[in-house]
């Protein structure tokens, strides 16, 4: 009985962290519905797509390099409740804009909101889970972003489906949800977000950012929530307090200490080259490439994209504490290069393949994607970093996925023009196989470890060095 509280609690906790993933998902995949719209009533070039995609990513960059020092300094859930005001501003301001520049400032700030959630939803997730069920914890983060993928996929298909496109009111919400749906698109987010918003303050602080700022008494009171046994609660706090002694103080210097070092390196190149293996390319191009292959309702296409992936990452939630970090990665990117192939094969000129085949082997991408990297990245990155540096080095990692997932949405419409659909599906399966040589050579398998023991197994290696 007192697994189950402790599990109920559990899981309460990090299901409301967990509802920053769908304000991340949500207005990262929206932007794949507004491009062609947006394009087309600001005469935008190539070059000025590509900044529309990735204008976001700058304000995530922002927000990832802060996350650290804030969640560090305010605490886990005071800067989550920053973060949700950031995308109440955004989600509001894209949908009463005015003009580009307003769009523009607006799905930056939208971008600093994503950037610091991003960072503080998984640390906070992994601080408030026991090392048994961490991973499936931190994987409902996952889970949530692909439910916020989801949920701008269906939207953006029921808003264009419904938009009368020669309306000519000028009122304001008709214009939201006609012939300026991308308003109605981007400003939909306004309602995840209240959910966010409310919720928050019904979870307590991180206990383990309360133990660093020499708050035992609080900390042991959640522990015991937590764990649902004093003894359990009290043996969880020695054993934080131990990992953190002399050592509360975080500062850049203490991560150019080996084994820190070289953790935060492994971490930030498997964070950077994730991106390049074509899973944000998807996902704000999804339309535009469904499009190009000839498929006659693109963003029906991406709504089946947006089903896959949350069905999915179900499946990796269910599995990764069992089946294990490493192995999900190796069976899921080599099912990723083979679907890459196959798509890159499609899209030359002398196949004439049917679309079925295209569809088949995108959608077994997304299978693939989903149920390995997208669902380890975050779990990897929430969990091998010590106490006294989670949120500055987490925010590191962050920064270098930002930087790829920033050129990833530059680039892409540029690659899909000179290099064709063709060239650019092999260059991401080309990119898979460095992402699984560092899996290979230099990351642990967290599985069923505790923070701590992690903590531990990088102060080894550091010593080795």
């Given at each position: 009985m007192k697994t189950q509280k402790v599990s109920a609690y559990v899981v309460f906790l990090s299901v409301v962290a967990a509802i920053g993933g769908i304000l991340f998902g949500y207005d990262t995949a929206v932007i794949s519905g507004t491009t062609e719209i947006v394009k087309m009533?600001?005469?935008?070039s190539t070059g000025g797509e590509g900044w529309y995609v990735g204008c976001a990513l700058?304000?995530?960059?922002?927000?990832?390099?802060?996350?650290?020092?804030?969640?560090?300094?305010?605490?886990?859930?005071?800067?989550?409740?920053?973060?949700a005001l950031m995308f109440s501003i955004s989600a509001i301001g894209c949908a009463v804009c005015a003009d580009f520049a307003q769009l523009v400032i607006f799905r930056m700030i939208g971008g600093f909101g994503i950037g610091i959630v991003s960072i503080v939803s998984p640390i906070y997730i992994s601080e408030v889970s026991p090392a048994h069920v961490r991973g499936t914890m931190v994987s409902f983060y996952q889970l949530f972003i692909t439910i916020g993928f989801l949920l701008?996929?269906?939207?953006?298909?029921?808003?264009?489906?419904?938009?009368?496109?020669d309306s000519t009111s000028g009122n304001l919400y008709v214009r939201m949800f006609n012939n300026e749906y991308w308003r109605g698109m981007l400003g939909c987010e306004t309602i995840p977000d209240i959910l966010f918003l409310l919720v928050i303050f019904f979870i307590?602080?991180?206990?383990?950012?309360?133990?660093?700022?020499?708050?035992?008494?609080?900390?042991?009171?959640?522990?015991?929530?937590?764990?649902?046994?004093?003894?359990?609660?009290?043996?969880?706090?020695?054993?934080?307090?131990?990992?953190?002694?002399?050592?509360?103080?975080?500062?850049?210097?203490?991560?150019?200490?080996?084994?820190i070092f070289m953790a935060v390196l492994i971490g930030s190149a498997i964070a950077i080259l994730?991106?390049?293996?074509?899973?944000?390319?998807?996902?704000?191009?999804?339309?535009?490439?469904?499009?190009?292959?000839?498929?006659?309702?693109?963003?029906?296409?991406?709504?089946?994209?947006?089903?896959?992936?949350?069905l999915t990452t179900v499946v990796a939630l269910l599995i990764i504490d069992k089946v294990g970090r490493k192995k999900l990665v190796w069976w899921g990117v080599g099912g990723m290069i083979v679907c890459l192939l196959m798509i890159g094969i499609y899209f030359l000129p002398f196949t004439n393949l049917p679309n079925w085949f295209m569809l088949t082997f995108f959608l077994l991408y997304v299978f693939c994607t989903a149920i390995s990297i997208s669902?380890?990245?975050?779990?990897?990155?929430?969990?091998?970093?010590?106490?006294?540096?989670?949120?500055?080095?987490?925010?590191?990692?962050?920064?270098?996925?930002?930087?790829?997932?920033?050129?990833?949405?530059?680039?892409?419409?540029?690659?899909?023009?000179?290099?064709t659909p063709s060239g650019?599906?092999?260059?991401?399966?080309?990119?898979?196989?460095p992402y699984l040589w560092i899996m290979y050579r230099h990351v642990p398998d967290t599985t069923g470890k505790t923070l701590e023991e992690i903590e531990a197994y990088w102060k080894a290696k550091g010593g080795k060095r």
């Open positions: 009533q600001f005469g935008l700058i304000g995530s960059i922002i927000g990832v390099l802060v996350a650290g020092m804030l969640s560090d300094f305010l605490g886990r859930k005071k800067t989550m409740l920053i973060a701008a996929y269906l939207a953006n298909f029921l808003i264009l489906k419904r938009a009368i496109l307590p602080e991180s206990p383990r950012w309360l133990i660093v700022k020499g708050q035992d008494s609080k900390a042991l009171g959640i522990l015991q929530l937590i764990y649902g046994s004093d003894e359990e609660a009290s043996n969880g706090l020695s054993e934080t307090k131990s990992s953190i002694q002399g050592e509360v103080k975080t500062e850049w210097k203490t991560l150019l200490e080996p084994g994730g991106q390049f293996m074509g899973v944000n390319a998807v996902l704000y191009y999804g339309p535009k490439i469904f499009a190009d292959a000839g498929f006659e309702d693109p963003l029906f296409s991406t709504v089946l994209v947006g089903v896959v992936n949350m669902a380890v990245v975050f779990v990897l990155l929430s969990e091998m970093y010590p106490n006294r540096v989670r949120g500055l080095a987490m925010s590191i990692a962050g920064f270098a996925l930002w930087i790829g997932t920033y050129l990833i949405g530059q680039l892409t419409p540029w690659m899909l023009e000179n290099l650019t599906f092999f260059l991401f399966a080309f990119m898979c196989f």
